[in-house]
């Protein structure tokens, strides 16, 4: 089974890839690294059963491992099914504030204070958090204390207090966040993209102070009740252990905490619909922040790889994509531009093309942005644009795993995604699959000026141009949010 | 068969709670070209991977007014390319350049001009001179290959690519696969010999977007730059890294030409490679492309003006449509200095962490903040000590200093608890191995102490002196150099008179939408 593996991928060889556009275009420079000849790269994917042991305890914990002997550290990971996405509308915040306050408001054995205490005197640290779609913790210490960080983690995890005085603090914490919501241009224009994006989905939804002044500690105890049981989470442990004996130990410390069946409710799926339109937000600022972007594709769609790389020349790859050279390099109108286009997420995520500009440069931005999206989606990319993007991730792959904390996070996150086991093995070769037609073919499916949603924040007395070029305009007042 | 970084040595402390118990040391190379260049390497074989970085021995502080921003510039423009990459044909870039050069001079005159009694507001020649340069440079882009080599990296597999600039340093990195070393020292060298600064006005106006971004339109970084304009009076750390806005709008081609050759010589230069290289062949690489780029003739010239010692209290308020925030500032030694360790403790009992003495009476308990930070930096220079702190409505800046003067008051009359000193210090043992996890952020560390003190291995040291100070140094340095008439305070406030903006014509029309 093994050798059949190795034979299928054989060790990975990054080559030197050589241009190939015409000579006459070519630097004295690109020359000379034609010429140049770099050694193999001989290097492999780490794998379950070779590199890293995974392993899962009669109560269902999933485990990763994987020693590294170099630095006296431990570092565990931890992901438990749970998040938000499982809520409505009014229950919103009951998951973030359960994952803070389990870490800060004490365990069974331990007081708020005294988890401190503790923890910041060997300078370990063992924290949580709940996200949209995930439940994380996190530990890391020094090897010799790892005892002592075990058994917070697991208190952490099994037995939180939720101390009323801390509740109180994390609420106050939101409202006074909710509070400054509108002091940072990138903050603004990120919450309202996604609102109008998602509406009232949970990767939309905006978090209000009326969402959180009811929450009660009963909310958290019984939302900690319902996820956190041991069939529902992995740790991927790395670093200066003996795996044998860190199993043991974590057998001991977990192995007593009982199955839990969990029912998971219904996920709100998104509505793939577009939202056109130029969504003005006046804001007394000399800098226009310009977002533009529409729904995407799930982390499951076959041309994510097409995907990335037809990102990539478009706007993702930093000063070598069209967006960044025409808006910065070519007319020196924004220091930051690019898009991106999200590949990872569950339900359909976003494309978004983003710039911050002088005000009066927004429309010729925008046009720009227009001109690419079209130009992308009709002619075919360069050979030389195609080669680039295909190299650049086939050869910075490694750095995906370039240490032992890196290596178990991502296998353990590839099975909290239901990707398939095989996914990093096979991932170079579906980079090579893709095609230059590809590229074209998925930039005109996925990108459709015309179905765009444009949201730009702005003085806009100080816009030239008439925006109505772009779509429909619709104007937002930024309102003081309500934290009373 | 792991080659390790570091040596472990034991030690005789037995048992928890006691964290020391293993010393740890970097294990690094070092070596000096005849032409100056320092050179420190670390090898780390567990990844098929390296970290490398330039880091040239000059930042901000070097400028002088007029040029400030210079070394920031500097920093994008050795992305632009040289007369070996980032072109088809450099000759024929040359006499565009020399027009586009001159009439850039013509445009800073305009601009003085514009700024001057008799032309006042008249911004007609400015305009018709920022057009003819814009064509101009249109007319080069047909020989310039756009920012090659950033791109020729990032195809051979570079990650965390870029560059940074500071008040004392200037730094490009790259982590690359470590077959792909030669390639990373052809372009280096090729750069560090002779940059082109070619597109150098249209990357002017994007450093300038960079400012409004930062600095204009983000309300911490509005007051962060106010408050080091007040704190110095005399020494350049008082001018942002970014440069002043008017700097940006006049600063020439030439003048930044030549800061760098004054600065920008391999004998003020460090490199460090950390990762799955070897020691002997870095040495012979660094050599080849590095080698024969020759050093400056005239020593790059050193920082004269020294701060003046402050006599009084400065407070300042920075107008910004934000919630309220608040920065103090003191001046504290420069790195290395007679008690800069003292300040690196005084940081950490503060605010690091959920039993800090700030965090816990003014977050947790008080709760008249939402976040509080102290810092002490390792700098060329005296720097400020800073304390940062965002007041919880409703309570107000004003509260929210005296409560973190009380705070310090407190700690300064009684001085630290055993305990509290027990815990920096292990603390202080635990940060120096948790930074030697990554093959990039050892890179830094090694480089910057390389290039601020000489020696990297001062990273270690450094440490030793912080895990000697006691109680009585913290009482004793509070009391001498935090003290009222040596501080700054800044507050974020809301501007008392909010000015309506008016709409332009053509939203008249639009449908009242509602955003928060």
């Known amino acids: 089974m093994k050798k059949a593996l190795i034979s299928v991928l054989g060790p990975v060889i990054i080559l030197a890839f050589t241009y190939s556009f015409a000579s006459d275009l070519i630097s004295p420079g690109a020359k000379i690294i034609e010429n140049m000849k770099f050694p193999e790269l001989n290097w492999q994917v780490p794998e379950v059963g070779k590199q890293v042991t995974r392993t899962v305890l009669p109560k269902g914990l999933i485990l990763y491992l994987m020693e590294d002997h170099e630095l006296p550290l431990v570092n565990a990971n931890v992901m438990i099914r749970a998040g938000s996405i499982y809520d409505s509308r009014d229950r919103m915040a009951v998951a973030g504030i359960t994952g803070t306050v389990m870490r800060t408001g004490g365990t069974k054995s331990f007081s708020p204070d005294s988890l401190n205490t503790l923890l910041e005197f060997i300078s370990g640290s063992v924290e949580c958090d709940i996200s949209t779609e995930v439940g994380s913790a996190s530990m890391s210490v020094m090897a010799k204390d790892l005892d002592i960080g075990l058994k917070i983690l697991y208190e952490v995890l099994r037995y939180p207090k939720f101390d009323t005085a801390k509740i109180n603090l994390e609420k106050s914490q939101i409202r006074d966040g909710i509070r400054r919501r509108n002091d940072r241009p990138g903050r603004i224009i990120g919450r309202e993209f996604s609102h109008l994006i998602y509406g009232d989905h949970p990767y939309g939804r905006i978090l209000e102070w009326s969402d959180v002044m009811n929450i009660s500690r009963d909310d958290l105890v019984a939302y900690h009740e319902k996820y956190y049981h041991p069939n529902n989470i992995m740790i991927a442990f790395s670093g200066d252990f003996d795996t044998k004996s860190l199993l043991k130990k974590v057998k001991n410390i977990f192995g007593d905490w009982p199955i839990a069946e969990i029912v998971f409710p219904p996920m709100p799926e998104v509505e793939y619909k577009a939202k056109p339109g130029v969504f003005v937000i006046n804001k007394n600022l000399t800098q226009a922040n310009i977002t533009v972007g529409c729904l995407g594709i799930k982390r499951d769609n076959p041309y994510r790889y097409a995907i990335a790389l037809m990102n990539f020349t478009l706007g993702g790859g930093s000063f070598t994509s069209r967006l960044t050279g025409r808006v910065r390099s070519d007319e020196g109108l924004a220091y930051s531009v690019g898009s991106s286009f999200g590949t990872n997420s569950r339900d359909y995520g976003t494309f978004q093309a983003h710039a911050q500009t002088k005000t009066n440069s927004t429309y010729r931005v925008l046009q720009i942005f227009k001109e690419e999206f079209e130009k992308i989606g009709r002619d075919l990319a360069t050979e030389h644009e195609f080669e680039t993007a295909r190299d650049a991730y086939i050869n910075n792959f490694v750095f995906q795993f370039d240490s032992p904390e890196e290596v178990v996070n991502r296998l353990m996150s590839l099975e909290y995604d239901n990707f398939p086991p095989d996914y990093y093995r096979k991932y170079l070769d579906n980079i090579r699959a893709v095609t230059i037609e590809d590229m074209r073919r998925v930039a005109e499916k996925y990108l459709k000026p015309a179905e765009m949603t444009i949201v730009v924040l702005a003085d806009t007395s100080q816009i030239s141009g008439d925006l109505r070029d772009f779509g429909q305009i619709q104007y937002m007042t930024l309102e003081e949010p309500k934290v009373d | 068969m792991r080659k390790y970084v570091i040596m472990l040595v034991c030690l005789a402390f037995p048992s928890i709670p006691q964290a020391r118990q293993n010393e740890i040391h970097i294990n690094a190379k070092t070596h000096t070209f005849p032409n100056g260049l320092e050179l420190v390497v670390v090898e780390r074989h567990w990844s098929p991977t390296a970290s490398f970085i330039v880091r040239f021995k000059v930042g901000s502080a070097d400028e002088r007014p007029g040029i400030t921003g210079s070394a920031h510039l500097l920093e994008h423009m050795l992305f632009k390319?040289?007369?070996?990459?980032?072109?088809?044909?450099?000759?024929?870039?040359?006499?565009?350049?020399?027009?586009?050069?001159?009439?850039?001079?013509?445009?800073?005159?305009?601009?003085?001009?514009?700024?001057?009694?008799?032309?006042?507001?008249?911004?007609?020649?400015?305009?018709?001179?920022?057009?003819?340069?814009?064509?101009?440079?249109?007319?080069?882009?047909?020989?310039?290959?756009?920012?090659?080599?950033?791109?020729?990296?990032?195809?051979?597999?570079?990650?965390?690519?870029?560059?940074?600039?500071?008040?004392?340093?200037?730094?490009?990195?790259?982590?690359?696969?470590?077959?792909?070393?030669?390639?990373?020292?052809?372009?280096?060298?090729?750069?560090?010999?002779?940059?082109?600064?070619?597109?150098?006005?249209?990357?002017?106006?994007?450093?300038?977007?960079?400012?409004?971004?930062?600095?204009?339109?983000?309300?911490?970084?509005?007051?962060?730059?106010?408050?080091?304009?007040?704190?110095?009076?005399?020494?350049?750390?008082?001018?942002?890294?970014?440069?002043?806005?008017?700097?940006?709008?006049?600063?020439?081609?030439?003048?930044?030409?030549?800061?760098?050759?004054?600065?920008?010589?391999?004998?003020?230069?460090?490199?460090?490679?950390?990762?799955?290289?070897?020691?002997?062949?870095?040495v012979k690489?660094?050599?080849?492309?590095?080698?024969?780029?020759?050093?400056?003739?005239?020593?790059?010239?050193?920082?004269?003006?020294?701060?003046?010692?402050?006599?009084?209290?400065?407070?300042?308020?920075?107008?910004?449509?934000?919630?309220?925030?608040?920065?103090?500032?003191?001046?504290?030694?420069?790195?290395?200095?007679?008690?800069?360790?003292?300040?690196?403790?005084?940081?950490?009992?503060?605010?690091?962490?959920?039993?800090?003495?700030?965090?816990?009476?003014?977050?947790?308990?008080?709760?008249?903040?939402?976040?509080?930070?102290?810092?002490?930096?390792?700098?060329?220079?005296?720097?400020?000590?800073?304390?940062?702190?965002?007041p919880k409505a409703p309570h107000t800046s004003e509260e929210l200093e005296a409560a973190i003067y009380e705070e310090m008051g407190k700690l300064a009359l009684d001085g630290p608890t055993t305990w509290e000193l027990e815990r920096v210090r292990n603390q202080i043992e635990a940060d120096f191995v948790r930074g030697l996890q990554s093959n990039f952020g050892m890179m830094f560390r090694v480089s910057d102490m390389q290039a601020l003190v000489g020696d990297w291995s001062y990273i270690e040291k450094v440490n030793e002196r912080r895990k000697a100070v006691n109680a009585a140094d913290i009482k004793r340095v509070m009391a001498e150099y935090l003290t009222k008439e040596k501080r700054t305070v800044a507050y974020l406030v809301k501007p008392e008179e909010k000015i309506p903006v008016p709409q332009a014509a053509h939203m008249n029309e639009f449908k009242q939408g509602r955003a928060k």
């Open chain 2, 81 to 282: 390319g040289t007369e070996t990459l980032g072109t088809t044909n450099y000759a024929a870039e040359v006499p565009l350049m020399a027009r586009i050069d001159t009439l850039a001079h013509e445009l800073t005159q305009a601009i003085d001009r514009a700024r001057g009694p008799l032309y006042r507001g008249d911004t007609r020649e400015v305009d018709s001179l920022k057009a003819a340069i814009a064509k101009l440079q249109e007319q080069q882009r047909q020989y310039v290959v756009k920012d090659e080599l950033w791109e020729t990296l990032l195809r051979h597999g570079g990650t965390f690519l870029n560059a940074s600039t500071g008040n004392d340093g200037t730094q490009y990195f790259v982590s690359l696969p470590s077959n792909k070393a030669e390639l990373w020292a052809f372009m280096e060298s090729d750069r560090m010999r002779e940059p082109i600064l070619r597109e150098f006005y249209s990357e002017r106006d994007v450093v300038y977007e960079e400012r409004r971004l930062r600095t204009d339109n983000d309300p911490f970084g509005k007051l962060w730059e106010q408050l080091y304009a007040a704190a110095y009076t005399a020494h350049p750390y008082g001018w942002p890294v970014l440069g002043w806005a008017s700097d940006l709008e006049t600063v020439l081609r030439e003048e930044v030409e030549v800061f760098f050759h004054q600065y920008y010589s391999p004998n003020n230069v460090v490199i460090a490679i950390v990762g799955d290289v070897k020691f002997e062949d870095t």
């Open chain 2, 285 to 390: 690489l660094i050599d080849k492309y590095f080698g024969s780029i020759p050093p400056s003739v005239i020593p790059p010239p050193a920082v004269q003006t020294v701060e003046p010692e402050q006599n009084g209290e400065r407070r300042i308020s920075v107008e910004y449509d934000a919630e309220p925030q608040l920065a103090i500032a003191w001046k504290s030694p420069a790195g290395g200095g007679v008690d800069k360790e003292v300040f690196d403790v005084i940081a950490s009992l503060l605010s690091r962490g959920r039993t800090s003495r700030l965090y816990k009476s003014l977050v947790e308990e008080r709760q008249i903040a939402a976040s509080v930070s102290a810092s002490s930096d390792f700098t060329r220079f005296p720097e400020l000590f800073t304390i940062s702190a965002t």
